[in-house]
């Protein structure tokens, strides 16, 4: 079965350091692989998405990157937090080939920037 | 205009009663899919139930099942027989036409709380 790893699951990050968020998938190839953020009480914001090692699509324009090294490897970066980059980050993944093109998602990491 | 609305913020319900969560959406796409999500209070988002726009029978999964009607554009979500362990976040979300390049569109929520 599949599953998929976030980590950290906590970080706290002063504003202007850099960051790195990452997230595996494992028992499945080629996943389309997510990064989301959600603020304290607000719904989902899709930040990145892969379709493929290499290829990352930005929904929004931020502070901060995705990079996709490996097939299941999922990375958020940034070089220099700011405040508002605190949230709640989900990493998920779904299948293209699947009927439904469900999205299943990670534990999270909980960012605070101060 | 709102793609995904879920109007109840909030919600109170005795152990054991059935509940509804209400979601509308606008789509002018023929093919979509519509999921639901748990977020309990450790944050993770739990897959539930998936419809799909040309499925013709409702959604079932367990105790969840999904009150489609196409023509009013809703998909509620039915949770019979509440358990405490049902407490949380439940969001619906959207996925519209084949070539939407995999984005989910995001309901605000609905806080369910399950009083014993």
């Known amino acids: 079965s599949q599953t998929i790893h976030q980590w950290p699951a906590t970080l706290v990050q002063p504003v202007g350091s850099p960051l790195s968020l990452e997230c595996t998938v494992e028992?499945?190839?080629?996943?389309?692989l997510y990064w989301y953020r959600q603020a304290a009480g607000r719904g989902l914001q899709l930040l990145f998405y892969?379709?493929?090692?290499?290829?990352i699509s930005s929904e929004v324009p931020q502070n901060l990157s995705a990079s996709r090294p490996q097939d299941r490897q999922f990375i958020l970066s940034s070089k220099k937090l700011l405040l508002s980059d605190s949230g709640f980050y989900l990493c998920?993944?779904?299948?293209?080939?699947?009927?439904?093109?469900?999205?299943?998602f990670g534990p999270g990491t909980r960012l605070t920037v101060l | 205009a709102q793609k995904i609305t879920q109007t109840q913020p909030g919600m109170f319900v005795q152990e054991k009663e059935a509940v509804t969560l209400d979601c509308t959406y606008d789509?002018?796409?023929?093919?979509?899919?519509l999921f639901w999500y748990k977020q309990p209070s450790s944050g993770e988002m739990i897959f539930l139930i998936y419809?799909?726009?040309?499925d013709e029978q409702n959604a079932t999964e367990g105790r969840y099942s999904l009150n489609f009607q196409k023509a009013r554009k809703s998909a509620n979500l039915v949770i019979s027989a509440s358990q405490l362990g049902d407490s949380a976040m439940y969001f619906c979300?959207?996925?519209?036409?084949?070539?939407?390049?995999?984005?989910?569109?995001w309901g605000a929520g609905t806080k369910l709380i399950i009083k014993p």
């Open positions: 998920a993944w779904s299948l293209t080939s699947g009927h439904t093109d469900t999205q299943y």
């Open positions: 028992g499945t190839s080629n996943p389309n």
């Open positions: 892969s379709v493929g090692i290499g290829q």
């Open positions: 789509t002018s796409d023929q093919s979509y899919g």
């Open positions: 419809q799909g726009s040309y």
């Open positions: 979300a959207m996925r519209e036409g084949r070539d939407s390049n995999y984005q989910l569109i």
